[in-house]
């Protein structure tokens, strides 16, 4: 069985490159290049000015840690609506190590979700890993979900039109993980205006101490062959912790109990070349087995991140897809 499907030029040569410096990168001690990351990962700043009909700003959420959020608000779609639009809280990927809210590729595709989905989107830039470790990550979601709650809109450029009872979570890759633990923690807290209804999660970074038969076929399969995912686990987890943690395998023996928590209907986007499918089907079995409400959609061809790589077919079935779900459920 082949180990990858036909890619465009564009997709190859982008692994090509970070093939190329991953080594330099991913360091053998558990440490990061950043300062190789910052010069390679091209960034945009938030914009006042509608660009593709969407206008962006920096919210600050705390200082101190440096957590900040960029807000992306359609500026067509509500001349045309006067129903108010729901939120969409989302975490980038990047292996918890990698990637920020300000980073192009994130940009535009969250430009494209707040206008595809008529949603306000809020694209958290969460600490990374190494430097910050689990669950640094998962206190700077819910840690924005309780900002959401509690501050004014006006005191941070909120649109008045949005709307907090209609909230979604997404994320890709470390994000899906991600989006997952702040939907049991925010399950299990008392909000003012948030009501979490959705998640989108879309190829979520799962693992486990075994391999699954998705990993061991697709072992070397880009952009994220098995070595490099171990490394991603090394430098997320506690120190002496292994891929069995909660964090990791989310539906191994030592899962966090589920039951009777409130959860968000969930569609669970899986890809056909993606080692990690195997895992994300099932975390899909375990979330029906815990009786939540969870659609499975699968893209035979798909590579793991294809919605970064806009060249990438799937890329717009997703966006049709995710649209009619946030529809369905924003409806209920
Ligand atoms: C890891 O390696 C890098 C590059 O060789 C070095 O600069 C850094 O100090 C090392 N860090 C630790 C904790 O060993
Ligand atoms: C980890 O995950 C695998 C596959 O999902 C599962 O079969 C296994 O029991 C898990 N291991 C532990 C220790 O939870």
Sequence with gaps: MASS?????????VFAIFSAVADTVYRSNGTINRRLINFL???VSANDKPYRGVKTSDVVVD??????????????????????LPVIVFFHGGGFSLSSADGIAYDELCRKFAVQFSAIIVSVNYRL??????PSQY???????????????NRFGFPTFADLSKCFLAGDSAGGNLAHHVAVRSGKTNFKRVKVIGQISIQPFFGGEERTESETRLAKAQPIPVERTDWM??????????????????????AMDINGVKYPATMV????????????REFYKWLKRNEKEVK???YPNAIHAFLVFPELPEGSEFITEARNFVHEVRGK
């Design 129 to 134: 890993a190494p430097e910050h470790r689990f």
């Design 41 to 43: 990962e091209a960034k």
């Design 233 to 254: 686990w090394k430098a997320f987890l506690p120190e002496g912790e292994n891929r069995d943690h909660e964090a990791v395998n989310v539906s191994g023996s030592r």
């Design 139 to 153: 206190d700077d979601g819910i840690d924005t979900l309780k900002f959401l709650d509690e501050t004014e809109f």
């Design 63 to 84: 200082e101190t840690r440096n957590l900040w959020f960029r807000l992306f608000t359609p500026t067509e779609i509500h001349k045309h609506h006067v129903i108010p």
């Design 296 to 298: 499975l959609v699968e």
């Design 269 to 280: 986007v899986v890809g056909g070349f993606d080692p990690l499918q195997d895992r994300q």
């Design 5 to 13: 499907p036909v890619l465009p030029w564009k997709t190859k040569i």
